[in-house]
């Protein structure tokens, strides 16, 4: 079965600084509609048993990667953000704004780097000389 890291262990391998010894797995369990099939150590979310962990899974679809996407990690911490929000310790809402700072900051970055290749590629273009 298809499993995409997502969660602590998945920005740890981004780049995070975050400590986590937990696994969180996005999966799409065919056998169970329960969201939330959980473990001793691995935690997975189950695309099967929730419309938005669904949506998210057609998202990665044409991820053949091990890790999901920074953009699904994304809309999953949103998410996680919103639903927890209203019961969760100031302490931990201060962990979630921190990752979700720390994906924003990783997307502008990788929209910079995208946006200086296309200029390069531009200039490239426009310093050649016709060839008649």
């Given at each position: 079965m298809k499993m995409l890291l997502i969660g602590g262990q998945a920005l740890r391998q981004l780049g995070s600084s975050r400590h986590t010894n937990d696994f969180d797995y996005l999966v799409n369990d065919k056998s169970t509609t329960q969201a939330f099939i959980t473990s001793q150590e691995v935690d997975y979310i189950n695309a099967n048993g929730n419309k938005f962990f669904s949506e998210i899974w057609k998202l990665e679809?044409?991820?053949?990667?091990?890790?999901?996407t920074p953009a699904a990690l994304l809309e999953l911490k949103h998410i996680l953000w919103f639903s927890i929000a209203r019961i969760l310790t100031s302490k931990k809402l201060m962990r979630l704004n921190l990752t979700l700072n720390f994906f924003v900051a990783h997307l502008?970055?990788?929209f910079q780097q995208s946006l200086k290749n296309m200029l390069a590629q531009e200039n490239t273009m426009k310093s050649q000389k016709p060839v008649i």
């Amino acid at each position: 079965m298809k499993m995409l890291l997502i969660g602590g262990q998945a920005l740890r391998q981004l780049g995070s600084s975050r400590h986590t010894n937990d696994f969180d797995y996005l999966v799409n369990d065919k056998s169970t509609t329960q969201a939330f099939i959980t473990s001793q150590e691995v935690d997975y979310i189950n695309a099967n048993g929730n419309k938005f962990f669904s949506e998210i899974w057609k998202l990665e679809s044409d991820n053949n990667s091990e890790i999901a996407t920074p953009a699904a990690l994304l809309e999953l911490k949103h998410i996680l953000w919103f639903s927890i929000a209203r019961i969760l310790t100031s302490k931990k809402l201060m962990r979630l704004n921190l990752t979700l700072n720390f994906f924003v900051a990783h997307l502008i970055y990788r929209f910079q780097q995208s946006l200086k290749n296309m200029l390069a590629q531009e200039n490239t273009m426009k310093s050649q000389k016709p060839v008649i």
